[in-house]
């Protein structure tokens, strides 16, 4: 009868780049003519942290976009009209109050002019009338008024910055705080900084989150100083002279009061994504103008949702850079907690294979490595699994024995002897923790030599 020789492959070996297959055969030995002699190498047996990481695709990227738009608001013109229809009130109540004022005489003169107490009593109940119409009169004319000084005041807090874009920044542009956006009719649109959008007219007497904002950019940029302007909300009259200060600074009429559409907030510095709007075209309400992103760059990684136990706000990771050489340090800045299913082609939702996955956002250690690209793909490779402090050996020492389990072949004063051990976790750089009483730190173990 034939006899068979059964091969064993030691898998976690094979599993490990640069690994040696070691085959070992049962029932018999091989015959002399098969040895093959291997040369070897020495590594030391160590204490060290192994650490397992697993690779997924990433995108670098300069995070969300925010589109920055022409305000909507009063236009000049409107504001214009305003103050004419006030004007035109106010001389409507001045003329109803001088023809009030003649009938009281005129009343007055007729009942002193009447003969007997019939006329007297007729010249009073007319004087009565025509009183009470030309009060009725000044009333309504003084509601007049005051209807055209609310529209005019509500026209005046939403009073924009109108006309054509004269400057537009290139594409990549970086800004940062107290610097021009863009300018419209020459005038710039500055970068301020804070939470509040812009939506409206600062000037005395209002109030406000905006106003605290802006406060705290005019002395940021040291135009006001705690001393002379306190950040509270309330535009008073050294809100208007530091604002004075910031506009004389620009080369702009010193207003002493910020129109819509003269600042932008945002939370920090700025970087122009793109260019929305063309010059010489009227920056009409609602218009885009800008695409801005943060000036440092993010990794986004959609992670599968099986995987998001793996990661967590703080964790750090190493991000391979788009030349596929280049790794840099990151750490974990956000976990979505809303997971999304990719749209098919052509579809509302996500086909029946496609995974849901968590948007993981890392921030980059090193800025610079990342240069200018954007929208490039990057690997990242997330922490599966660790342990600390443990002996360690080159994944290529181990030697899969008959039994199905594992040994190392120590080296000790000339002398080769086999230990079994008990293999743990596999780490990066070729490492795998191993357990056993006859390994001890600081020994030498053979492995292939390269």
Known sequence: MRRTISVTIAAAVLACSGAAAVFVLRDRAAPAAAAIAVPTGAAPVQRTDIVQRQRVNGTLNYGATTTVSAPGGATPDQVQQAHAAVNTAHASLTAAMTAAAD?????????????????????QQHAQQAQHQADAQVASARVSLQNADAALQMLQSS????????????????????????????????????????????????????????????????????????ADGNFTGADSAAVQRWQASLG?????????????????????????????????????????????????????????????RGDQVSVLMPDGHTSVAGSVTDVSRVATTPQSQGQGQGGPNQQATVAVTVSLADEAAAGTLDQAPVYVSITTASKKNVL???????????????????????????VSVQPGLFGDGGLVEVSSSGLAEGQTVEVPAR
């Open 392 to 418: 360690a050996v080159p994944v290529t020492a181990l030697l899969a024995q008959p039994d199905g389990g594992y040994a190392v072949a120590v080296r000790s004063g000339g002398v080769r002897r086999l």
């Open 159 to 230: 009073a924009r910055l109108d006309g054509s874009f004269t400057w537009l920044p290139a594409a990549g542009t970086s800004v940062n705080q107290g610097q021009a956006l863009y300018a419209v009719n020459g005038r710039p649109v500055v970068l301020l900084y804070g939470g509040q959008p812009a939506y409206r007219q600062l000037s005395p007497g209002v109030s406000g989150d905006d106003v605290k904002q802006m406060e705290q950019d005019l002395i940021d940029l040291g135009f006001a100083s705690p001393a002379n302007l306190t």
């Open 103 to 123: 009938t009281a005489a005129a009343n007055q003169l007729a009942i002193s002019q009447a003969q007997g107490p019939a006329a007297v009593a007729a010249a």
């Open 252 to 312: 702009l009429p010193q207003s002493g009061t910020v129109r819509l559409g003269e600042v932008v907030f945002a939370s920090g510095p700025v970087r122009v994504a793109a260019v929305r709007a063309a010059l010489g075209a009227q920056a009409a309400p609602g218009a885009p103008v800008l695409d801005l992103t943060a000036v440092h760059h993010t990794v986004t990684v959609q992670l599968d949702v099986s995987r998001q136990q793996l990661v967590g």
